[in-house]
T-cell receptor, first 113, second 113 residues
C-alpha cells in the first residue's frame, strides 16, 4: 500500500507570495492533518480535515488555510508569506478521525526569502 | 491545551537500554503517541497508549500513567540506527472528536559504540 505523498518536496518563495501544498493520504484514509515543523517550535498542529470538513484547528493566523477534496486529497495554502513561515510542512493521514494512528508523509520543505 | 516536557538530548551505548521520559499537563486527554524521526525524514509511528500500563512491541515499550501525566519510551538492545529524535505527542480530547496532536520538542538520542 502506498504511503502518504506530498508535493512539492521543496519550494522556495519570496515574502508576500502565496503557496499551495498538496497531500495525498494513504488509500482509504479519510482524515488528513497538517503540521508545521521548525527547529525552534517543533511540530505544531495546523488543522485536520475529515470527509471534506475541517474538524480541528490549531493556533495559526488566518493566512494558513486548507481544504479537502472528495477523494480525501488535501491542500493547504499560505498567503502573504513571511520569513517565519520557512519550515517543514508535514501532513498525516489516518483511517478515521480518532482512535487511529496517524501516518506522516515526507513533508514539503518551504524556504521563504 | 497541552504542555509536554521531554529531555532535549540523551546518549546511550549500543546494546544498552534507554528510557525516554515524557510528562504532560492536559486540559483533556485522548491518548499518547511516540514517534521516531531521523534527520531529514518524516516521523514514523512507534507506539500508542490510551490506558494506563505498559505496551510492548519488540525492542520498544511504552508506559503510561494518566494520573501522573507521565509516559516513558523504553528502547532495549540499542542499535546505531536508533540514533534519532523521539517525539512524545498527546491527542487532545476535543468536542466532536478528531486528531489534534500536541508534540513535545523531541529527545535527540545518540547511540555510541
Amino acid at each position: 500500500k502506498a504511503g502518504v505523498t506530498q508535493t512539492p518536496r521543496y519550494l522556495i518563495k519570496t515574502r508576500g507570495q502565496q503557496v499551495t501544498l498538496s497531500c495525498s493520504p494513504i488509500s482509504g484514509h479519510r482524515s488528513v492533518s497538517w503540521y508545521q515543523q521548525t527547529p525552534g517550535q517543533g511540530l505544531q498542529f495546523l488543522f485536520e480535515y475529515f470527509s471534506e470538513t475541517q474538524r480541528n484547528k490549531g493556533n495559526f493566523p488566518g493566512r494558513f488555510s486548507g481544504r479537502q477534496f472528495s477523494n480525501s486529497r488535501s491542500e493547504m495554502n499560505v498567503s502573504t508569506l513571511e520569513l517565519g513561515d520557512s519550515a517543514l510542512y508535514l501532513c498525516a493521514s489516518s483511517f478515521t478521525s480518532e482512535g487511529e494512528t496517524q501516518y506522516f508523509g515526507p513533508g514539503t520543505r518551504l524556504l521563504v526569502l | 491545551g497541552q504542555n509536554i516536557d521531554q529531555p532535549t538530548e540523551m546518549t546511550a551505548t549500543e546494546g544498552a537500554i534507554v528510557q525516554i521520559n515524557c510528562t504532560y499537563q492536559t486540559s483533556g486527554f485522548n491518548g499518547l503517541f511516540w514517534y521516531q524521526q531521523h534527520a531529514g525524514e518524516a516521523p514514523t509511528f512507534l507506539s500508542y497508549n490510551v490506558l494506563d500500563g505498559l505496551e510492548e512491541k519488540g525492542r520498544f515499550s511504552s508506559f503510561l500513567s494518566r494520573s501522573k501525566g507521565y509516559s516513558y519510551l523504553l528502547l532495549k538492545e540499542l542499535q546505531m540506527k536508533d540514533s534519532a529524535s523521539y517525539l512524545c505527542a498527546v491527542r487532545d480530547l476535543v468536542t466532536g472528536g478528531g486528531n489534534k496532536l500536541t508534540f513535545g520538542t523531541g529527545t535527540q538520542l545518540k547511540v555510541e559504540l
